[in-house]
């Protein structure tokens, strides 16, 4: 399909709850996630894909998890919610506190994952 009817697609479908894509090529043995907004703004009419699934950001924690495993947890503050990451800092590791925001999942999501995640 084209990243036209990616388009349509999405519009058609998209609930206020959707902030994440995993998207997919016909050639590539990897999929792709990305911020539902990012990957709009960049979206090219003429583009290729084999498929795609909107995530809302529970489901992307979930994604989160299973790469990052005991590296990442969810905190409830009165604030609000936090991720804690263990991340690795060359040999070292050194604790980072996030706000819970679909931002955030994907930054560390993509350090974890260095970009490479298999479909």
């Known amino acids: 399909m084209k990243g036209q009817d990616v388009f349509e697609r999405i519009s058609a479908t998209r609930t206020p709850e959707d902030r994440f894509i995993r998207w997919w090529r016909k050639e590539n043995d990897?999929?792709?996630y990305?911020?539902?907004s990012d990957f709009l703004h960049r979206l090219q009419g003429n583009e290729e894909f084999a498929g795609f699934e909107l995530l809302d950001t529970d489901t992307m924690w979930t994604?989160?998890?299973?790469?990052a495993g005991d590296r990442v947890r969810r905190e409830?503050?009165?604030r609000g919610d936090y991720i804690i990451w263990q991340r690795s800092a060359?040999?070292?590791?050194?604790t980072v506190q996030m706000s819970y925001t679909a931002e955030s999942i994907m930054?560390?999501?993509?350090?974890?994952?260095?970009?490479?995640t298999l479909h």
């Open 30 to 32: 990897f999929v792709d």
């Open 34 to 36: 990305e911020l539902l």
């Open 63 to 67: 994604q989160l998890k299973r790469f």
């Open 76 to 78: 409830t503050r009165t």
């Open 90 to 94: 060359g040999k070292a590791q050194e």
């Open 107 to 116: 930054h560390i999501f993509n350090e974890e994952t260095q970009g490479m």
